[in-house]
């Protein structure tokens, strides 16, 4: 179904405008919550893959965050200074490397459900709880229909 017309596309108030600018909301927001760790929302996300064991190479981060491995690099090496993240010698084969996190890394992963969580209610506080139900549904639609998420997964384990 076509919702969108070329002669007059509204390039502000579409889907994907709205969608981008709330990514850059959300982003924001986490940096605030982070700030008292002195990590970024994009450094967080770094370690939260790598604590979920979501991804343990830089080639699979970047993959997962649709990061070029240039700015990923850059950015494990100011994890790596910051020691919250360790790169090991991979055993199979010694060009690439493994990623873990440091004590310290393991302790910025703990806080994340908290920080998660407070940023995104901050998000979503002038919403209602069905209001959120609602948006969170109409977005798993949209990216279930496109194979983006697995139709199995509980909605409530996602909003």
Request: aromatic share 4%.
């Amino acid at each position: 179904m076509n919702h969108y017309d070329v002669a007059d596309f509204p390039f502000k108030g579409s889907i994907g405008h709205l969608l981008g600018a709330s990514a850059l909301l959300k982003d924001r927001l986490l940096d605030k919550h982070l700030a008292h760790l002195d990590i970024t929302a994009a450094q967080f996300k770094v370690l939260f893959f790598i604590g979920h064991e979501r991804a343990n190479t830089p080639a699979e981060l970047c993959r997962e965050l649709s990061i070029d491995s240039g700015s990923m690099t850059r950015m494990l090496d100011r994890l790596a200074r910051k020691d919250l993240l360790l790169r090991q010698p991979c055993q199979n084969d010694r060009r690439s490397v493994r990623l873990h996190l440091s004590e310290a890394g393991q302790a910025v992963h703990a806080q994340s459900p908290q920080i998660a969580a407070a940023a995104m209610n901050e998000l979503v506080g002038s919403l209602s709880r069905e209001e959120l139900r609602t948006l969170t549904g109409l977005l798993d639609k949209i990216l279930q229909a496109h194979g983006v998420l697995p139709s199995d997964q509980p909605q409530e384990n996602r909003a």
